[in-house]
């Protein structure tokens, strides 16, 4: 589409979200500004894109969450927005990458800990390919995922040979499922409105069960992105990193907030801290950026409270269900 049709078109319409996602509060206070630039999301399209329109963050005074100040109006915007042209290579290419099993061997070791019982269950929720489960059940747990995308759920079924289903997790649970322990790896922070997952998600666990979320660290990753464009120049435009560019990440939890929404859905937090940062190629990363993530890493897992200094760049919370 060329330039001068796009300055033509409408702008994405958006409207106010008002209220706190987790407290409900009205004192939401508008902090950072990110852009829509909608060339990257071409089945968004069609909306003018050429001005780029700001993508505001509101922060709750009384809780301290992080959400967009507007949402985009109009019908499935963010499964038109995710939406892929999925290649078997590229769905094996992903589900080979190994850049966050640092994490997910973290998630594991901790899930084993808390749960000492053999052959637990667990369910991964937004298991796209299959990564994670695969891995669980390689560990020795009963794993199955949750995937609503039918491409990546049929291929996760077939490459890994575990129950992906592709069902809602109050879905699961009105057919009588139930897991030991519930994953969320880098889920949370894409769906809007995140209480009512929450709440279908305790309804799948068992009693006694474990839920592990793992998300980015609302407070940190502002602090992070500020420092790249201030103190480094990075333009957000032209490397599309940005805390809720075209809004991807629309939940941005802190660690007050986050305890909160966890307490409210009836679930009781066992422990938040930092979580592992993915280990991105050299060769991608660059070696001062490899070495920095990987420095920033290793000190926040070995330093107690990190999760309240700037290190802490990703929140990995465990809770449990009475
Ligand atoms: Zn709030």
Known sequence: MSDSVIKSLPPLPLKPTETCWICQSTKLVEIWQDVIDLKWSPY???YNHSTHPACKLARCSSCGFGQPASVPDIEDYYGRMYHREWTPESL???????YRDVIYGDILKRLARLLRKPRRTLLDIGAHTGRFAWLAYENGWAAEGLEINPVTAEFARRRTGLAIHTQRAEELAKHGKRYKAVT???????????MSILRSVTEVMEPGGI???KVPHGPMQRLKEGFRRRILGCDPM????????NFVHVNHFSVNSMRLALET????VVSIRSGRCETIPWKQSGVARGLTVRAIDRMAQILPGSVHTPMGMNLQVFATKR
């Not at 032209?238 to 560019?245: H, L, T």
């Open 92 to 98: 094996e290419n992903d589900f080979q990458a190994t």
């Open 184 to 194: 969320l790896n880098d889920v949370l922070e894409h769906l809007p409105e995140p």
């Open 238 to 245: 032209a490397d599309r990193a940005g805390v809720m560019s």
């Open 44 to 46: 968004v399209a069609p």
């Open 211 to 213: 839920l592990a979320i």
């Open 265 to 268: 859905v009836g679930l009781e």
